[in-house]
Nanobody
Framework: QVQMVESGGGLVEAGGSLRLSCAASGIIFSIFHMAWYRQAPGKQRELVARITNGGITNYADSVKGRFTISRQNAKNTVYLQMNGLKSEDTGVYYC????????WGQGTQVTVSS
């Protein structure tokens, strides 16, 4: 059974930092491309950052220079370091694993107060 468990969300003031984690089980983590998505109230889910199974990263323009995605295959975990948070970063953040199949976590709430 595949499980993707996010943690690290919370309430933070604008300009602050959070580090999200996503621990995966039930998959061969190292071969999956991993990503973080977010969904703000009333908006569609959008890609925030992606890291391939080879470690290549890409980011949404809105978070470039502020967020960093990384992975630790030995721990089956992907991270999202978020610095310089803005109110528009508020939303539910979802972990995604993709290859031939796609898996999602349950989401973790990030709220940035201005």
């Amino acid at each position: 059974q595949v499980q993707m468990v996010e943690s690290g969300g919370g309430l933070v003031e604008a300009g602050g930092s959070l580090r999200l984690s996503c621990a995966a089980s039930g998959i061969i983590f190292s071969i999956f491309h991993m990503a973080w998505y977010r969904q703000a109230p009333g908006k569609q889910r959008e890609l925030v950052a992606r890291i391939t199974n080879g470690g290549i990263t890409n980011y949404a323009d809105s978070v470039k220079g502020r967020f960093t995605i990384s992975r630790q295959n030995a721990k089956n975990t992907v991270y999202l370091q978020m610095n310089g948070l803005k109110s528009e970063d508020t939303g539910v953040y979802y972990c995604n694993a993709a290859r031939n199949y796609e898996y999602w976590g349950q989401g973790t709430q990030v709220t940035v107060s201005s």
